[in-house]
């Protein structure tokens, strides 16, 4: 008999699938009549369905029943039976090897190859299967969930027993093989509870690590999960699910554009809701598997060592109340946690300090026996907090450590308005409360480079407190970080600098990448916003940098440290009352390259330097100079970040900030060559952008609604406006926007260009207009050139 009059049509199994999966969107109706499954009813329906179809067609590929010594086992979801959409497979063919089994597995396996059906699969003895486990650690946890599906019951019991079997009898040996791997797929994968893009089965608190926990509990080294955790697992599983019932295809990583329809199918309201929600799931799960790691890495039996007993660990001090005992920060013998206010800050740095985690009894001793921090809190107190503020990156997980066990909110109250809440800035991978952390051990770094470093840990720790309420996020932190700087015991001025800080902690980043630096004006308007105050500007210099490196990657650039280290010079310049740079629009070397090109009457182009570049056009003054060098420096996949305009000789001079996107800089006369063909109009630049934007991606798939806001007062010259755009990115962006300006008979003095994300805020100094329509005029062309 032929393959095709043998293999099984997979195609009514994939039909039958789409049909389960296709009941619609919540509260819908699907083909078959019915109403729509709930998460928990829909993986059960997704395991009989191909479990059946197993059964139903092994036979048929020639799995014979008893006594064959030939048996079909599921492991992995379907092994579980929490099949979730567009699952693969995981299949294993065993037998006793006593006949062939190739075309057996060939029979079983395409079908559901042909069908598309994603599959696992591996044919083996049970002597095979337990030597591969025995060297292959993902093999040896699958084979824990291992399932009889179809064929020959006693091999495939056979074999699930003496997978278990042999996992119980060297489980403690591979412990550092285990740990090994989970830390590599926490590195790659983040964490479920803290990013905004959250991996539900790969991240830290994920689903693998539930089974992590189970393996642990099979080895009989951990009791079986509690109630909490087994909660999180359900909520992680019905996340999982209708977020590939929502996509239609295998995803585990949760998108924003996904979370509100996910969280409605959940009935949590919107996406902040259920990111919440999973925070919540992930940190319970997180803190379960650390317990267990460490519980099952230091419960070593002791051993004697020529023919004495090992001796107990010993209690090594760490600091006033606090030792090192079995790899954990424990309470010293003689410690009054409800006399000692300062205990719970000393704890904590010492666990930063050594790299050793807090004891889970010590944390339940001090939750129930620490006093209440009255204010103002002693020097000695906020002294501790500042060392563990200090410490370095271990705060990470010490921090999380305390506020899963309330000890972190009872020093902080304000805490919890931030704690788990994703951000709505795209350009964040965090959600907000490590973000805070994650500055804090960054700005740690940044001490020595400020007068203050307590100011700066504080400010670092408080800076985005205010967010999660309906008001200006860095007024209302202000004001916390008052109240909390009054609690601290702080004096006045320092309340008033804490305070200062937080208010104005974007004012740097956004004056430098959004403002003309260049222009005498704005150091002096820096200068009266931070009331003259060096002190404060160093804090906000050394936030600005751990700030933006807690954001997210890309968000702080050579260029921007450059253009806020030069904003921050020139400030300094202005508190002290130096004499500042007149603003003359163009150095001496441009000049003369105007000047020579104006003899020539033909474009120039210079390049200095590399990451990032110079790039200097030359050309005889007319319109549409910036729209076409910024279309040739988008062609050559140069990413712009400020451009200013100038003229001297009769001739347009522009200077552009750039970073190759890819590669190293293009040969100059490249770029020369170009702009001289965009500035004759023979390079049709809209055709080869839109190509290029074809080829190598335009305009997100979701992109947020572009705006246009003016600042009046915020250019330096009283006859120049600042217009700033904000919308999504996209290849030659800064020339369609020039380009729409130009048409309107705008002349663009300056610009500026912040990318942050997928997002960009565009600032351009313009002449100001006249007439009631003129800025309605210039924002319609704008936001039509955003695409």
Same mark, same amino acid.
């Given at each position: 008999?032929?393959?095709?009059?043998?293999?099984?049509?997979?195609? +009514?199994?994939?039909?039958?699938?789409?049909?389960?999966?296709?009941?619609?969107?919540?509260?819908?109706?699907?083909?078959?009549?019915?109403?729509?499954?709930?998460?928990?009813?829909?993986?059960?329906?997704?395991?009989?369905?191909?479990?059946?179809?197993?059964?139903?067609?092994?036979?048929?590929?020639?799995?014979?029943?008893?006594?064959?010594?030939?048996?079909?086992?599921?492991?992995?979801?379907?092994?579980?039976?929490?099949?979730?959409?567009?699952?693969?497979?995981?299949?294993?063919?065993?037998?006793?090897?006593?006949?062939?089994?190739?075309?057996?597995?060939?029979?079983?396996?395409?079908?559901?190859?042909?069908?598309?059906?994603?599959?696992?699969?591996?044919?083996?003895?049970?002597?095979?299967?337990?030597?591969?486990?025995?060297?292959?650690?993902?093999?040896?946890?699958?084979?824990?969930?291992?399932?009889?599906?179809?064929?020959?019951?006693?091999?495939?019991?056979?074999?699930?027993?003496?997978?278990?079997?042999?996992?119980?009898?060297?489980?403690?040996?591979?412990?550092?093989?285990?740990?090994?791997?989970?830390?590599?797929?926490?590195?790659? =994968?983040?964490?479920?509870?803290?990013?905004?893009?959250?991996?539900?089965?790969?991240?830290?608190?994920?689903?693998? +690590?539930?089974?992590?926990?189970?393996?642990?509990?099979?080895?009989?080294?951990?009791?079986?999960?509690?109630?909490?955790?087994?909660?999180?697992?359900?909520?992680?599983? +019905?996340?999982?699910?209708?977020?590939?019932?929502?996509?239609?295809?295998?995803?585990?990583?949760?998108?924003?554009?996904?979370?509100?329809?996910?969280?409605?199918?959940?009935?949590?309201?919107?996406?902040?809701?259920? #990111?919440?929600a999973l925070s919540g799931a992930g940190r319970t799960v997180a803190y379960a598997v650390d317990v267990a790691l460490r519980a099952v890495s230091s419960a070593q039996p002791q051993r004697r060592v020529l023919g004495v007993l090992r001796r107990a660990p010993e209690r090594r001090p760490l600091a006033d109340g606090v030792v090192l005992h079995a790899g954990e920060v424990v309470l010293a013998r003689d410690a009054e946690p409800g006399k000692d206010p300062g205990l719970l800050l000393r704890v904590a740095a010492a666990a930063v300090r050594t790299g050793h985690p807090i004891a889970p009894a010590a944390l339940s001793r001090l939750g129930e026996t620490a006093p209440e921090l009255r204010a103002p809190w002693p020097a000695e107190v906020r002294q501790d907090l500042v060392a563990l503020l200090g410490a370095g990156e271990g705060l990470t997980d010490v921090v999380e450590a305390l506020d899963r066990t309330g000890l972190w909110a009872r020093l902080f109250p304000e805490w919890g308005a931030v704690r788990d809440l994703p951000p709505r800035d795209m350009a964040h991978i965090w959600t907000v409360d490590r973000h805070l952390v994650r500055t804090t051990v960054n700005a740690a770094r940044r001490v020595t480079s400020v007068?203050?470093?307590?100011?700066?840990?504080?400010?670092?720790?408080?800076?985005?407190?205010?967010?999660?309420?309906?008001? @200006?996020?860095?007024?209302?932190?202000?004001?916390?970080?008052?109240?909390?700087?009054?609690?601290?015991?702080?004096?006045?001025?320092?309340?008033?600098?804490?305070?200062?800080?937080?208010?104005?902690?974007?004012?740097?980043?956004?004056?430098?990448?959004?403002?003309?630096?260049?222009?005498?004006?704005?150091?002096?308007?820096?200068?009266?916003?931070?009331?003259? @105050?060096?002190?404060?500007?160093?804090?906000?210099?050394?936030?600005?940098?751990?700030?933006?490196?807690?954001?997210?990657?890309?968000?702080?650039?050579?260029?921007? =440290?450059?253009?806020?280290?030069?904003?921050?010079?020139?400030?300094?310049?202005?508190?002290?009352?130096?004499?500042?740079?007149?603003?003359?629009?163009?150095?001496?070397?441009?000049?003369?390259?105007?000047?020579?090109?104006?003899?020539?009457?033909?474009?120039?182009?210079?390049?200095?330097?590399?990451?990032?570049?110079?790039?200097?056009?030359?050309?005889?003054?007319?319109?549409?100079?910036?729209?076409?060098?910024?279309?040739?420096?988008?062609?050559?996949?140069?990413?712009?970040?400020?451009?200013?305009?100038?003229?001297?000789?009769?001739?347009? #001079?522009?200077?552009?900030?750039?970073?190759?996107?890819?590669?190293?800089?293009?040969?100059?006369?490249?770029?020369?060559?170009?702009?001289?063909?965009?500035?004759?109009?023979?390079?049709?630049?809209?055709?080869?952008?839109?190509?290029?934007?074809?080829?190598?991606?335009? #305009?997100?798939?979701?992109?947020?609604?572009?705006?246009?806001?003016?600042?009046?007062?915020?250019?330096?010259?009283?006859?120049?406006?600042?217009?700033?755009?904000?919308?999504?990115?996209?290849?030659?962006?800064?020339?369609?926007? =020039?380009?729409?300006?130009?048409?309107?008979?705008?002349? #663009?003095?300056?610009?500026?260009?912040?990318?942050?994300?997928?997002?960009?805020?565009?600032?351009?100094?313009?002449?100001?207009?006249?007439?009631?329509?003129?800025?309605?005029?210039?924002?319609?062309?704008?936001?039509?050139?955003?695409?």
């Amino acid at each position: 008999m032929t393959q095709g009059e043998h293999a099984p049509n997979a195609a +009514d199994l994939v039909l039958a699938r789409d049909r389960l999966l296709g009941r619609g969107r919540a509260g819908s109706v699907g083909a078959s009549g019915g109403h729509r499954l709930s998460p928990p009813a829909l993986r059960e329906a997704l395991a009989d369905l191909h479990e059946f179809w197993l059964t139903a067609h092994a036979a048929q590929a020639g799995i014979g029943g008893r006594g064959e010594g030939v048996a079909l086992l599921a492991v992995g979801g379907l092994g579980r039976r929490e099949l979730v959409p567009y699952a693969d497979l995981d299949l294993v063919l065993v037998h006793d090897g006593r006949k062939p089994v190739a075309d057996v597995a060939e029979r079983l396996w395409y079908p559901l190859w042909n069908a598309g059906v994603g599959l696992d699969h591996s044919v083996r003895t049970v002597g095979e299967a337990l030597e591969v486990a025995g060297t292959d650690l993902r093999v040896a946890l699958g084979l824990l969930d291992a399932r009889h599906m179809a064929g020959d019951a006693e091999i495939g019991v056979r074999l699930a027993r003496a997978a278990r079997d042999s996992w119980r009898a060297g489980a403690r040996k591979r412990l550092g093989e285990l740990l090994e791997s989970v830390r590599k797929r926490w590195a790659r =994968a983040g964490e479920v509870a803290h990013w905004v893009e959250p991996d539900l089965k790969h991240g830290r608190g994920g689903l693998r +690590d539930l089974g992590v926990l189970d393996a642990l509990a099979v080895a009989q080294l951990v009791d079986r999960p509690g109630e909490d955790v087994q909660a999180a697992r359900t909520l992680l599983l +019905d996340t999982r699910t209708e977020l590939r019932r929502v996509v239609g295809r295998p995803r585990d990583v949760l998108r924003p554009q996904d979370g509100d329809e996910v969280a409605s199918a959940l009935g949590l309201g919107d996406r902040f809701t259920l #990111v919440r929600a999973l925070s919540g799931a992930g940190r319970t799960v997180a803190y379960a598997v650390d317990v267990a790691l460490r519980a099952v890495s230091s419960a070593q039996p002791q051993r004697r060592v020529l023919g004495v007993l090992r001796r107990a660990p010993e209690r090594r001090p760490l600091a006033d109340g606090v030792v090192l005992h079995a790899g954990e920060v424990v309470l010293a013998r003689d410690a009054e946690p409800g006399k000692d206010p300062g205990l719970l800050l000393r704890v904590a740095a010492a666990a930063v300090r050594t790299g050793h985690p807090i004891a889970p009894a010590a944390l339940s001793r001090l939750g129930e026996t620490a006093p209440e921090l009255r204010a103002p809190w002693p020097a000695e107190v906020r002294q501790d907090l500042v060392a563990l503020l200090g410490a370095g990156e271990g705060l990470t997980d010490v921090v999380e450590a305390l506020d899963r066990t309330g000890l972190w909110a009872r020093l902080f109250p304000e805490w919890g308005a931030v704690r788990d809440l994703p951000p709505r800035d795209m350009a964040h991978i965090w959600t907000v409360d490590r973000h805070l952390v994650r500055t804090t051990v960054n700005a740690a770094r940044r001490v020595t480079s400020v007068s203050r470093p307590d100011l700066l840990l504080l400010g670092a720790l408080l800076h985005d407190i205010g967010k999660g309420r309906d008001a @200006d996020h860095s007024v209302v932190g202000a004001a916390l970080a008052t109240q909390v700087g009054h609690r601290l015991g702080l004096s006045k001025q320092d309340v008033d600098t804490l305070a200062a800080v937080v208010r104005h902690h974007l004012l740097l980043p956004h004056t430098a990448t959004r403002r003309d630096i260049d222009d005498p004006a704005t150091a002096e308007r820096m200068a009266e916003t931070l009331d003259r @105050d060096p002190v404060l500007l160093d804090i906000l210099h050394a936030l600005a940098e751990a700030d933006s490196l807690a954001t997210g990657p890309g968000v702080w650039t050579d260029w921007k =440290a450059a253009l806020v280290g030069d904003l921050v010079r020139k400030t300094r310049a202005a508190m002290a009352g130096e004499p500042l740079p007149d603003g003359v629009p163009l150095a001496a070397d441009k000049r003369a390259l105007a000047e020579s090109t104006a003899a020539s009457g033909k474009p120039d182009v210079l390049v200095a330097g590399t990451r990032p570049a110079t790039v200097t056009i030359a050309t005889v003054d007319r319109p549409g100079v910036l729209s076409r060098a910024a279309g040739v420096l988008a062609l050559n996949s140069l990413e712009v970040h400020a451009a200013t305009m100038g003229a001297h000789a009769g001739v347009a #001079v522009g200077v552009f900030t750039v970073t190759p996107r890819f590669g190293s800089m293009p040969d100059p006369s490249l770029l020369r060559e170009q702009f001289a063909r965009a500035v004759a109009g023979t390079l049709p630049l809209a055709e080869q952008l839109a190509a290029k934007e074809r080829d190598y991606g335009g #305009v997100a798939a979701d992109p947020p609604e572009p705006r246009v806001l003016w600042f009046d007062h915020e250019a330096g010259s009283p006859d120049v406006v600042v217009m700033e755009l904000r919308c999504a990115d996209r290849i030659g962006l800064l020339h369609s926007v =020039a380009d729409a300006l130009e048409g309107r008979g705008v002349d #663009v003095r300056w610009a500026r260009v912040a990318t942050l994300g997928g997002s960009v805020v565009d600032s351009f100094g313009i002449p100001k207009g006249a007439g009631p329509g003129w800025r309605r005029a210039i924002e319609n062309a704008v936001l039509r050139a955003c695409g």
